[in-house]
């Protein structure tokens, strides 16, 4: 297991934020809703970005409903955003595409 | 798609809850959290689940974060429990251990 990389500050957040426009930011956290046509396909790109998710050894919290999917990032040792959710956030965004 | 069975009266939930004594039952829902070693195996919970979901053509609101997964069960359609809640439960629990 790799070290946790540190939290964010203000000027990193703001300078990464703009490229994650499919993503709310408040509370130190990234939120991202995701719609599909389909339970079926809802569960497809779970499996997926958990994946990728193992892959980085960083995981999300979320929840689904059907075809809907909410996703959560955080790093909760560093108490708030750190690279991990960045880089997890992108490669969701690839995914859902 | 087959026809939605009806709620369930509160005489043929108060005979089959005692079958299901891991779910929490309130407001028409029933309640599950399952806690697993890892996020591999919390996930891999959860993918049989979905084929066993997609099957009945009855899906959970559910929410995972790294080892936990939480189920709520209910039938929207049906504004409560129906067998099929009870049906889902059940082939959660089996695939739970």
């Given amino acids: 297991v ?3 990389p540190p939290r ?6 703001a300078a990464a934020l703009p490229a ?10 990234l939120h991202r809703r995701i719609e599909r046509p389909s339970f079926v396909e809802a569960f497809a790109l779970m499996t997926s970005i958990a994946l990728v998710a193992e892959r980085l050894d960083h995981h999300p919290d979320w929840s689904n409903a059907w ?8 790093t909760h040792s560093a ?8 880089e997890l ?9």
């Fill in 89 to 97: 956030a992108r490669r969701i965004d690839e995914l859902a595409g």
């Fill in 67 to 74: 075809n809907v999917v909410e996703i959560t990032l955080t």
């Fill in 8 to 13: 964010l500050s203000d000027d990193e957040l």
């Fill in 2 to 4: 790799s070290p946790r």
């Fill in 20 to 29: 994650l426009a499919a993503w709310t930011h408040a509370d130190g956290r």
């Fill in 79 to 86: 108490g708030g955003l750190t690279a991990l959710d960045l």
